[in-house]
């Protein structure tokens, strides 16, 4: 069973950067691409970004393009998500999945942009 870990989440000020991490257990990353989703209190979960197996095709939500990139390592059963130029909306609890999304939701990373 393929199980799906994220970490890397924090408090950051504005203008700040993380790292996300997926760290995936029981299979092999490879078999699938991978979406980040986030969800903010009181909001529906969405999609942020995704990258394809080969790690030839990215995607990313209209309002994070040329901030978010996303990057997978394959050799270490991870996929990353650089989040720079953070902002207040960005605040949400960040999980990683398969595309399309299965059962494998972890407990997700919290990320705080606040002053």
């Known amino acids: 069973q393929l199980q799906l870990a994220e970490s890397g989440g924090g408090l950051v000020q504005p203008g700040g950067s993380l790292r996300l991490s997926c760290v995936a257990s029981g299979y092999s990353l490879d078999r699938y691409a991978i979406t980040w989703t986030r969800q903010a209190p009181g909001k529906e979960r969405e999609g942020v970004s995704c990258?394809?197996?080969?790690?030839?095709?990215?995607d990313y939500l209209d309002s994070e393009k040329g901030r978010f990139t996303i990057v997978r390592d394959n050799a270490k059963n991870t996929v990353y998500l650089q989040m720079n130029s953070l902002k207040p909306e960005d605040t949400a609890v960040y999980y990683c999945n398969t595309v399309p999304w299965g059962d494998y939701w972890g407990q997700g990373t919290q990320v705080t942009v606040s002053s």
């Open positions: 990258i394809s197996i080969t790690h030839k095709a990215t």
